[in-house]
């Protein structure tokens, strides 16, 4: 193993300074970490004990909000088989936590298990909850932080981005016709994208952790807004159901069936949607249009994200996917990054990042930050 920075043995040290051993082992903990909920207020974390020799002591994973965080369980887990902990390894996908939340602080935990060693991937970008490199550095632990950053970074694109930017990411969903409309003229939409685009965007609503609409889309379609599995029954996990705008509700209907809480936020303020659910812990936020709605959340910058469905569907007539965003000539068209484009059935997706979009971990200089300027000089070279 490659000794510390020369700068004394508090000094932060840096990925190259692990063994194989614990590479592997950070491996692993990226897949427990996955085994974890993408939904919820918590990011999804693994954890692996090893000892002097490499070998596994225990494992876990963060399985949600009120449960143990994924340090704990592996702690647990090693202890329920009877290992000594003493001198031991911990491999964690993110910075142990140093706060009291839910549960206790986690730096503390691993410290009286009496680990020696600290290998983590990401630093926590929750303020409330980082400094536990620093905690356990303090308490004489050995640290090296960076390691795998870069997937840990992709496993909590979404969480990390809520966390900096102190609100939810949002995800703005489409469902277009070849081109770009979501309804017909007489306003009947059901259904323009196939049933294989759909069940993908059931899955997308099992993700996050509350959906939005406008008022318009409630009172066109009468959409249930679950999360539904591909047998038709309800997911597990349902979010919230979020309408947005000031006329009132219509009484049953089926946001009155089965699924997520309703709320109602009687406001056309795009930051005050987002301030309501920040305070219920709301990370990501889906918005499913309408097309104004969807042009609202372009227009305030608070698109992260979007998943577009496009089907090969000609409809000639009927509103467009997006309504006005002011732009009125192509230079100021708001272009995305894409970042993967799949077919679904007989229907393309297109996940694109937006400009507007907070910066994640791993973005300081991102191809897709490439792409975006590279379009945007195609068209001033013109
Ligand atoms: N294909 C698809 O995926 C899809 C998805 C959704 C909708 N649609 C179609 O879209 C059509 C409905 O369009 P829509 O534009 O009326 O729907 P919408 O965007 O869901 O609702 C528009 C309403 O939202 C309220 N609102 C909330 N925030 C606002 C803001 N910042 N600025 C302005 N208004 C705000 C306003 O109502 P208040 O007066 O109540 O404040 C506004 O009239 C329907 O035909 C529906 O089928 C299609």
């Not at 503390?108 to 009496?114: D, F, M, Y």
């Not at 000639?316 to 484009?341: H, K």
Request: proline share 7%.
């Amino acid at each position: 193993m490659a000794e510390g920075t020369g700068t004394g043995g508090s000094a932060p040290r840096g990925p190259g300074d692990v063994t194989p051993a614990e590479l592997a082992a950070m491996d692993r903990a990226l897949a427990l970490a996955r085994r974890g909920p993408a939904h919820g207020p918590n990011p999804r974390v693994g954890c692996v004990l090893l000892d002097a020799a490499g070998r596994t002591l225990g494992e876990g994973w963060h399985e949600g909000a009120g449960t143990p965080h994924a340090e704990v369980a592996a702690i647990a887990a090693a202890r329920a088989s009877g290992a000594d902990l003493a001198g031991a390894t911990a491999v964690v996908t993110l910075e142990p936590c140093a706060h009291t939340g839910r549960t206790g602080p986690c730096a503390e935990a691993l410290v009286r298990a009496g680990v020696a060693r600290l290998v983590y991937a990401l630093d926590d970008p929750n303020p409330a909850a980082a400094g536990g490199a620093a905690r356990l550095r303090a308490a004489g632990v050995d640290v090296v932080g960076g390691v795998r950053a870069e997937a840990a970074g992709d496993l909590l694109r979404v969480w990390a981005a809520a966390v900096r930017a102190g609100r939810p990411f949002v995800t703005l969903k489409l469902a277009a016709s070849l081109d770009g409309r979501v309804a017909a003229a007489d306003g009947s939409a059901r259904w323009i994208t196939s049933a294989e685009a759909r069940a993908h965007a059931h899955a997308l609503r099992a993700e996050v952790d509350a959906i939005a609409v406008g008022t318009g889309t409630v009172l066109a379609d009468d959409p249930a807004l679950t999360a539904r599995t591909a047998e038709g029954t309800l997911a597990p996990h349902q979010p919230l159901r979020v309408v947005v705008g000031r006329r009132a509700l219509p009484d049953g209907g089926r946001l009155a069936g089965p699924g997520g809480e309703v709320v109602h936020l009687p406001t056309h303020d795009v930051d005050e949607v987002l301030a309501a659910l920040a305070a219920r812990e709301v990370r990501h936020l889906l918005v499913e249009g309408g097309p104004t709605l969807a042009a609202a959340f372009l227009r305030a910058g608070r698109v992260d994200e979007v998943v577009a469905y496009v089907a090969p569907v000609l409809l000639g007539a009927g509103p467009a996917a997006v309504a006005d965003l002011g732009v009125a000539t192509i230079g100021a068209a708001l272009r995305l990054a894409p970042r993967a484009v799949e077919r679904v059935g007989p229907d393309v997706v297109v996940i694109a990042d937006a400009p507007g979009r907070t910066p994640g971990p791993a973005d300081h200089q991102t191809p897709a930050d490439d792409q975006v300027r590279a379009g945007v000089r195609t068209e001033e070279d013109r």
